[in-house]
């Protein structure tokens, strides 16, 4: 056999494999949130259940958590008192897992009864802008959310839209007066969460398939080239 037809046949091996091999799109776990406040607020975003914890914990201001940065996307918020009005943003999506009680100065300051959030519930939740939860307590707006999945599977994310319960946003405003934040809370008057999937090429199996078609060429040529000789 010619060189060239030896080249051909290691081409048709490599197309073959590429051709004929089986490729399943991995599926991205996404929830879609939507809500309306009782002021007028409105917004919804997108929570990638699959996001990876960072290396960075989370500071929520009152514990310490778990951290994964852009998890959440199409972050879109409309807010008529302040003049708050934006679309397609990424923010962080946090894990609250250490419980520490608030500092004094803290903005954050517990209802009645002095629960920070209702018994069997872990506060989670969305911080505006990205990276403002690394350490130091700068966000500007926070969505929280009580996160009802198991908690043994963390830093792995729950896909199940009864793991997730919102009620509230978060706004933080500078008091000219004492220059301290103080937290404004609007509850909404209706939200949404809907689970749905996003299809992501498989980059290891096509790289897999590819390196086998490799393989099996150059056994090919090689075996060819013996008898040639």
């Known amino acids: 056999m010619q060189i060239k037809q030896l080249i051909l046949a290691a081409s048709g091996v490599v197309s073959l494999a590429l051709g004929t091999g089986s490729i399943t799109p991995a599926e991205a776990a996404l929830l879609d949130f ?9 917004g919804s975003f997108t929570l990638d259940t699959d996001a990876k914890a960072s290396d960075v914990p989370a500071d929520f201001g009152f514990g310490t958590g ?12 409309s807010e008529p008192q302040r003049g708050l009005n ?23 300051t ?43 599977e ?23 007066e004492t220059q301290k934040l103080e937290v404004n809370r609007e509850f909404f ?6 689970s749905k999937t996003a299809s992501v090429p498989e980059g290891n ?13 150059g056994l090919l040529f090689k075996r060819e080239l013996s008898k040639a000789v």
């Not at 934006?86 to 903005?107: C, K, R």
């Not at 994310?157 to 933080?172: A, C, G, M, P």
């Open 205 to 217: 199996s096509i790289l897999s398939i590819f390196a086998f078609g490799i393989v099996s060429a």
């Open 86 to 108: 934006f679309s397609g943003e990424t923010a962080d999506y946090q894990v609250l897992t250490n419980i520490t009680p608030p500092p004094a100065d803290s903005p954050v």
């Open 110 to 152: 517990p209802p009645p009864g002095g629960a920070l959030f209702p018994v069997g519930t872990t506060l989670s939740g969305v911080v505006y802008p990205s990276e403002c939860s690394e350490g130091v307590f700068t966000c500007g707006i926070t969505v929280p959310i009580f996160y009802k999945g198991d908690i043994s």
């Open 154 to 176: 963390l830093p792995e994310l729950s896909d199940n839209v009864n793991s997730y319960s919102v009620e509230r946003i978060e706004f933080f405003d500078l008091n000219p």
């Open 189 to 194: 008057t209706s939200s949404n969460i809907a």
């Open 34 to 42: 939507s809500f309306e406040g009782e002021n007028g607020t409105t």
């Open 66 to 77: 778990i951290l994964y940065t852009n998890a959440v996307s199409n972050f879109d918020l």
